[in-house]
């Protein structure tokens, strides 16, 4: 959400630069990978979860983000323990086939109630609680936004969850990579496109008329 608070961004900062990228590939690709090559689940999801302590131990050495880097070594390790209790592949994947459905759910009733999310998020930020929803315009921009967060969510269900129960283990894997933390980031940057882009005429400020030119 600190993103959308910026006043510049670039579409790969909006991602979150290489290792953001990097780190969020690893813990889905690697194991597609080794399980392509070894057909063995609990290897494989041991590998995946390897790659990522390796990059979350250099973004906390160099970075000094701890919580980045145990979340996603938390997220890669509960999906390395469903797959290998179930001894299905499939399931090294259910973390990013659910919290899609719940994200999405979350964001849907928030538009709903008219306290769309990303404006809590993002007012939350800059310190202001409730005020920015009796502003129509923000009002309306961040329900855009949150709206732009739904359509993503409801994609990565519809698309994921069909090849979850298939069982389509390598399609399953290239969706959950490329509907993850990538798409992620181009829904952000659509977001701080909207939010700069309607923004800018208030923070322009009004006109100021000179004297004898007008």
Same mark, same amino acid.
């Given at each position: 959400?600190?993103? $959308?608070?910026?006043?510049?961004?670039?579409l790969?900062?909006?991602?979150?630069?290489?290792?953001?990228?990097?780190?969020?590939?690893?813990?889905? +690709?690697?194991? /597609?990978?080794?399980?392509? /090559?070894?057909g063995?689940v609990?290897?494989?999801? $041991?590998v995946a979860? !390897?790659?990522?302590?390796?990059?979350?131990?250099?973004?906390?050495?160099?970075?000094?983000?701890?919580w980045?880097?145990?979340?996603? /070594?938390?997220?890669?390790?509960?999906?390395?323990?469903?797959?290998?209790?179930?001894?299905q592949?499939?399931?090294?994947?259910?973390?990013?086939?659910?919290?899609?459905?719940?994200? !999405?759910t979350?964001?849907?009733?928030?538009?709903?109630?008219?306290?769309?999310?990303i404006?809590?998020?993002?007012?939350g930020?800059?310190g202001?609680?409730s005020?920015?929803?009796?502003?129509?315009?923000?009002?309306?921009?961040?329900? +855009?936004?949150?709206?732009?967060? /739904?359509?993503?969510?409801? $994609?990565?269900?519809?698309?994921?969850?069909? $090849?979850?129960?298939?069982?389509?283990?390598?399609?399953?894997?290239?969706?959950a990579t490329?509907?993850? %933390?990538?798409? %992620?980031?181009?829904?952000?940057?659509?977001?701080?496109?909207?939010?700069?882009t309607?923004?800018s005429?208030?923070?322009? !400020?009004?006109?100021?008329?000179?004297?004898g030119?007008?």
């Open positions: 959400m600190g993103v $959308l608070t910026r006043r510049s961004l670039t790969f900062a909006a991602v979150g630069g290489w290792r953001t990228v990097a780190e969020a590939v690893v813990s889905k +690709a690697v194991f /597609l990978i080794a399980h392509l /090559l070894t063995r609990l290897l494989s999801a $041991l979860v !390897g790659a990522v302590a390796v990059f979350a131990i250099v973004r906390a050495c160099t970075d000094r983000k701890y980045q880097a145990g979340a996603g /070594l938390m997220i890669v390790g509960v999906s390395a323990s469903l797959a290998g209790g179930t001894g592949a499939v399931d090294f994947y259910l973390v990013s086939v659910s919290l899609p459905a719940v994200a !999405g979350v964001f849907l009733v928030s538009m709903l109630v008219r306290w769309p999310i404006g809590g998020l993002v007012e930020l800059r202001e609680r005020g920015w929803r009796r502003d129509r315009a923000r009002l309306r921009r961040y329900q +855009a936004c949150t709206a732009v967060f /739904l359509a993503k969510f409801g $994609l990565s269900v519809t698309v994921m969850v069909p $090849l979850y129960l298939a069982g389509r283990v390598t399609a399953l894997g290239i969706a490329v509907l993850g %933390t990538p798409a %992620t980031g181009l829904c952000a940057y659509a977001c701080w496109r909207i939010l700069r309607e923004a005429p208030r923070e322009a !400020g009004p006109a100021v008329t000179v004297p030119h007008g």
